[in-house]
Structure formats: structure tokens, C-alpha cells
């Protein structure tokens, strides 16, 4: 009798490909016998993962890295033979700082340059005044939440590490932490961003895809020693999470999945929360205010599922940004090999092999991104904005 593979996850939409290849027999016909493992933190589904608990995990993109590199934790390869998906955070922030920024706003409230600007006037009126800075909720250091938050405060002038304070928060703690007036806004994954929403307690100000058109958002991860160990599982499970990620993307599969996904062991909220982040349709406003995005949470469609070297390197570009490590071009190096595209294609073989290919990032602001000329990014950066 073979022992069954310890997955961990978080109560998040983003783990659908995950939940519904366990739900719909996807691993089982692929002859694996998946536990999966909800878990309330990231730095539990991180420790968890690296001390061999976990076999596997649905992680933030950048922990791989992060723990691959030695920053903020032991160092313990991993690596990522699958992307789970690409998009699907929002920012939300609290009724009154959302009026306090459209005060300030000149130009189109769907534009992030627009409300990072605005966002600066804010500040600078509650520091004039003496009032305490703004605080702001994101799940983890290693986390595109605190990058994407930076990126667009930055973009607007505003200082991260100085103009306002940033806390780190497990997921489903987020709306209470708005709620109770402990925070002004948060950059999360759906379905918490909706939650706020629907509680009346907050307001969606922008998709992540505002911020950035392609991030990589979670993965799925393993021990680099454990990929070597066991290549034939390893190979197995990317095939049926792949499935799983394309089964869940078909429009007449959404409410199945939302029903699977609702589920109180999985993410226990609404199953028509849900549904409407599958669909792109979010409820923005307490007033019922409907924004779609296409691309709000891509899970195969776009190459999506591919583990993408690119996006491998603009996370450690951000890591250098905001001095969480400094640069080498062995880093970089080594944090392009986490992501590993050669592990994902050779799940699939000569036939049905998904196409490999590497897309821009997309932010709304800023130079041109470029692996190979780093350095220049880095120069193009404008003085006060996160400068390494």
C-alpha cells in the first residue's frame, strides 16, 4: 500500500487546479493518492514543505525562490514544474480611504497611475495633519501582494517602507482586519477580496491584472531532492493538475467547480462568491457595482500553467527592489532554474505537450523588463521608488 502524497494549501480560488485533480479523479487516474492539507499561513505551508511534511504545495510564486536563495528562512531548494495560475489578486481598500482617493483623483478611477498619485496627495495630507500612516494588509513578504502593493504605491511617489506601514496577515484574515478598523486596505487572492465586498466593509480599487497583465500568482512546488526521488509522480501530478486547470476554466464547468471549491474543507465561503471570480465578474461595491476582467485569474489559458524563467526573474528582480537581498547575477541565475519548464514539458512527452514560450510581464508603469539586461531596469527606476 503506497503512502499518500501530503499536499498543502490555502483557502483560495487559486487553488482550484489543485482541489479539483484530487476532486474529479484527475490524480487518482493518473495512479496517485493525494491528502490535500489546508493550512492558515504561508510560512506553515513553507516550513511544512521544506522539513518534508508536505510532499507538494500550493504556494505564493516567490517563496520557491526565496527559500532556493536562503532569504528570509533555511535554505532548501525548490523547484516549480507547474504554474497554477497567473492574476487573481485585487487591492481592496476601506470605505473611507476610497472616498479620501477619489477626492484626490485626477484622471480615470480604473487607472493605477491615477489612484497611486491620488493615494500620494492622501498621504501627504494625513502626514501634514499628523495623522497616523496608512496601513496595509499583504499575506507575506515573499509574496506578489507586497510587490504588486509597492509597484503601484511607488508608481504614484509614494514610499512604501516610509509613507505608510505594511503588515502581513493570513489570508482569511483580512476582511476582519478591515473591518475592525486595524487596517485601510490589503492586497489579496480571491475570494477575500469579494468577502470584504459583500460585508460592505471594503471596496475593490484594482485586479491585480491592472497592475501587472501576466504574474505569476501561485505555483506548484516540491523539494528539488524529492523531483529527482520520484520523477514519475512528479510527472503524473503535473499532468493531472494541468487537466484540472482546464477542466476548471471551461465555462460550463464553473458551477461544478464552485460547488467543489465551497466546500467548508476547502475554502468554506458562498459558492456564488466564487462562481463570480471564476467568471471575471467581481462585485467591486457594497452597491452592487459589477466589474468583469477577462484575465483576471488565468489558469491554462495563456500558456498560463507553463513555469516561466521570466517571471522567475522579475520576482527576484522585485526581492532586489524593495532590499530584500541584494543582486548577483548567480542569484538570478539560480532563481531562474526554480522554475522549471523542462519538468513541465517532459510530463506530457511527444504528445499533448503544452507551448512553451515566455510573454512580457505587462506592468503598467516603469522600464521595460529584461532578464538579461537587469542592470538597466534597474537604472531606469526613478529616484524614490524602491531604488536598489
Not at 481598500?93 to 496627495?121: F, K, N, Q, Y
Not at 484574515?173 to 492586497?187: E, K, N, P, R, Y
Not at 480599487?205 to 505555483?219: C, N, P, T, W, Y
Amino acid at each position: 500500500m503506497t503512502t499518500p502524497l501530503q499536499i498543502g494549501f490555502i483557502p483560495l480560488i487559486d487553488a482550484a487546479a489543485l482541489i479539483v485533480a484530487v476532486e474529479k479523479g484527475f490524480t487518482q487516474a493518473e495512479g496517485l493518492d493525494v491528502q490535500l492539507v489546508r493550512e492558515v499561513s504561508w510560512s506553515n505551508v513553507r516550513d511544512k514543505l521544506n522539513i518534508g511534511l508536505f510532499d507538494a504545495a500550493h504556494i505564493l510564486a516567490p517563496v520557491p525562490i526565496a527559500s532556493s536563495l536562503g532569504l528570509g528562512h533555511i535554505k532548501v531548494p525548490i523547484v516549480v514544474p507547474l504554474t497554477l495560475n497567473l492574476n487573481g489578486n485585487a487591492i481592496t481598500v476601506s470605505a473611507a480611504l476610497h472616498a479620501a482617493i477619489m477626492a484626490e483623483i485626477d484622471g480615470d478611477p480604473l487607472d493605477p497611475m491615477a489612484t497611486a498619485r491620488a493615494l500620494s496627495r492622501v498621504v501627504a495630507t494625513r502626514r501634514r495633519s499628523g495623522g497616523e500612516p496608512l496601513t496595509f494588509g499583504m499575506t507575506f513578504p515573499f509574496s506578489t501582494h507586497n510587490y504588486q502593493l509597492r509597484f503601484w504605491m511607488a508608481a504614484g511617489g509614494v514610499d512604501p517602507d516610509e509613507d505608510v506601514r505594511l503588515v502581513v496577515l493570513p489570508p482569511p484574515f483580512m476582511v476582519d482586519s478591515i473591518a475592525s478598523g486595524q487596517i485601510d486596505g490589503f492586497c489579496v487572492g480571491a475570494p477575500w477580496n469579494s468577502i470584504a465586498v459583500d460585508r460592505g466593509v471594503g471596496r475593490i480599487l484594482h485586479f491585480g491584472s491592472d497592475i501587472m497583465q501576466r504574474a505569476a500568482e501561485k505555483v506548484l512546488a516540491v523539494r528539488q531532492q524529492w523531483a529527482e526521488k520520484n520523477s514519475q509522480k512528479l510527472a503524473a501530478l503535473v499532468r493531472a493538475v494541468f487537466r484540472a486547470a482546464e477542466f476548471a476554466e471551461e465555462p460550463d464547468n464553473r458551477n461544478e467547480v464552485a460547488r467543489i471549491l465551497a466546500k467548508p474543507e476547502y475554502i468554506g465561503v458562498d459558492a456564488d462568491v466564487i462562481l463570480r471570480t471564476l467568471e471575471g465578474r467581481l462585485k467591486i461595491a457594497v452597491d452592487g457595482t459589477i466589474r468583469e476582467g477577462s484575465r483576471y485569474m488565468l489558469f491554462a489559458s495563456e500558456n498560463a500553467s507553463a513555469p516561466d524563467p521570466l517571471q522567475a526573474a522579475w520576482l527576484y528582480a522585485q526581492m532586489v527592489r524593495w532590499r530584500q537581498t541584494v543582486m548577483s547575477a548567480e542569484a538570478l541565475k539560480a532563481a531562474q532554474d526554480v522554475f522549471r519548464p523542462d519538468l513541465y514539458e517532459a510530463a506530457f512527452g511527444r504528445v499533448g505537450k503544452p507551448q512553451m514560450a515566455s510573454q512580457a510581464i505587462g506592468a503598467f508603469a516603469g522600464p521595460a523588463f529584461e532578464p538579461e539586461n537587469i542592470e538597466a531596469y534597474f537604472a531606469a527606476l526613478p529616484a524614490g521608488q524602491g531604488k536598489p
